[in-house]
């Protein structure tokens, strides 16, 4: 490789040859005060570096009026020219990105980043790419935004790192964005009022940022926000609030964002950010109030957990996300099943985390089903969603005593109720981590057509009575009922 560059001149050209020009890139002298090629230590998180590495050898490799792009030496070195000016066309690309679109828009929304004098960098901002371990996108270090007066292992720049592995992703640009945004965020909390944002909603506003961009693109099946629903499929019942860093973590504060983004626009999360020296819910709430919203943080909480089961805009417009890649989203409820036979009784007992929920379905039974909620002296609200064979839906909130207990009789249950769910959640304003228990009894009530009649109507006959049925046959029997619904058209999921 030879680099050519003209030191006079305020416009420098940087021409690759290996054995042939390949590339040709007009870079800007004030782009960058290093030159490609160039080789820095830079200090990394060891805990995210594939082998724990503390600093590594960057090599710097492009830069943009806004954009200083560095990759690790070792994996760049490693590399054949023609992988080199591959990933080259990729950093070319990003930095006009970053450029024309990233920068201004995520500012313009969320606020400035530092303007790191002491560096001379003003607000330009270093992306190194280095290796990291599996299923790590990719981090900034606050720490960074300190001299190393202070703080001797900081880089005392604005610096982005992402996972060499990702290079070739498609979803790059949104990694990046997410991270722009913590660095945003950390100038406009913790470097102007000094005070640091509650995890939670600084990952929430960061999860937003490539939709605000308009990257998620619905007809990419692998898009950013696609990967997040899968996470939170897995475990929706993940507290909001509470911090562990882990992948559904993520999951649960990208929906709830794409929730209050739908429903209330970015404004709020950027004036909870830029605009509030308050924290976390607090902030969110001072933002709605500023719109002119009455809508409290509850409020919203509990409509979006309503929406993750109903989904559903015709039955309320705040029971359905909005945004094209999460309008087929639907939790899969716990399933609990009531026998058709005789009386029946269901006990469940289950804990949920503050600021989550759980949603537990009942189906089954042929009469009317009485059910107790006892959430121990907690303060639960409960909610129920009835699906009828017909279709139709209802949504009601289940008023609880001042010893957090409920009974409410649903008639008809298996009949004209195809199934119910019961949505509980804790909403408590302080940042508890500890879980909350609550026990639901079901039990059938008699049968609905006559209370002295446990005879069941079945839509074809039968060899023997339901009684005298063992185990396997009332397992096929429930196997031709499912069937005959779904031919009719009648069994509702």
């Not at 490799?61 to 490693?78: E, P, Q």
């Not at 660095?183 to 009022?193: A, M």
């Not at 929430?204 to 308009?214: K, N, Q, S, W």
């Amino acid at each position: 490789m030879i680099l050519l560059k003209d030191k006079m001149n305020k416009n420098k050209f940087v021409i690759q040859f290996t054995g042939f020009l390949f590339s040709l890139s007009l870079i800007p002298f004030f782009a960058s005060a290093a030159f490609v090629g160039e080789k820095t230590n830079l200090y990394i998180d060891n805990s995210f570096s594939l082998n724990n590495r503390d600093q590594v050898s960057a090599t710097f490799v492009s830069g943009s009026s806004l954009l200083d792009i560095y990759v690790d030496s070792v994996f760049w070195d490693s590399k054949t020219e023609e992988e080199k000016k591959k990933i080259f066309d990729v950093f070319d690309s990003l930095s006009h990105e970053f450029d024309l679109k990233i920068y201004n828009q995520l500012t313009y929304t969320y606020g400035e980043v530092w303007d790191t004098s002491f560096s001379n960098a003003g607000k330009k901002v270093t992306l190194l790419f280095h290796q990291m371990k599996e299923n790590v996108n990719g981090y900034t270090r606050n720490i960074d935004g300190y001299e190393k007066t202070i703080v001797p292992y900081s880089n005392q720049r604005e610096i982005i790192y992402l996972n060499t592995d990702k290079i070739e992703s498609i979803n790059l640009k949104s990694y990046l964005a997410h991270e722009f945004t913590h660095l945003i965020q950390f100038n406009q909390k913790e470097k102007k009022l000094g005070t640091p944002e509650e995890i939670w909603l600084n990952e929430l506003r960061a999860e937003v940022a490539p939709t605000i961009l308009g990257y998620n693109d619905a007809k990419e099946e692998k898009n950013y926000l696609r990967e997040r629903v899968s996470t939170f499929l897995s475990n929706s019942s993940d507290s909001l609030i509470k911090w562990d860093n882990m992948s559904y973590d993520y999951g649960v504060v990208s929906m709830f964002g794409h929730y209050l983004f739908d429903h209330y626009g970015v404004d709020v999360l950027g004036d909870s950010l830029k605009n509030s020296n308050k924290v976390g819910i607090e902030s969110i709430e001072e933002a709605l109030l500023k719109k002119g919203i009455q809508d409290t943080f509850k409020d919203i909480f509990t409509n979006w957990m309503i929406a993750n089961y109903v989904n559903d805009c015709s039955l309320n417009s705040k029971y359905c996300y909005k945004n094209e890649n999460l309008k087929s989203l639907q939790i899969i409820p716990f399933s609990n099943f009531i026998s058709f036979t005789n009386d029946s009784s269901l006990s469940i007992g289950q804990t949920v985390s503050n600021w989550s929920a759980n949603w537990q379905r009942f189906s089954g039974g042929n009469k009317d089903l009485k059910l107790v909620f006892d959430g121990r002296n907690n303060n639960f609200k409960v909610y129920y969603v009835i699906r009828y064979y017909t279709g139709k839906q209802e949504v009601k909130e289940i008023k609880l005593d001042n010893y957090g207990k409920a009974e409410i009789v649903f008639p008809k249950m298996g009949t004209s109720i195809a199934s119910l769910v019961i949505i509980p959640s804790i909403q408590e304003r302080n940042s508890s981590n500890q879980d909350f228990y609550y026990s639901i009894v079901a039990s059938t009530q008699g049968s609905v057509e006559n209370n002295n009649n446990t005879e069941i109507k079945l839509p074809f006959e039968i060899d023997k009575p339901l009684n005298q049925m063992n185990k396997e046959e009332l397992l096929m029997l429930l196997i031709r009922v499912i069937i005959y619904l779904l031919v009719q058209g009648k069994l509702v999921i």
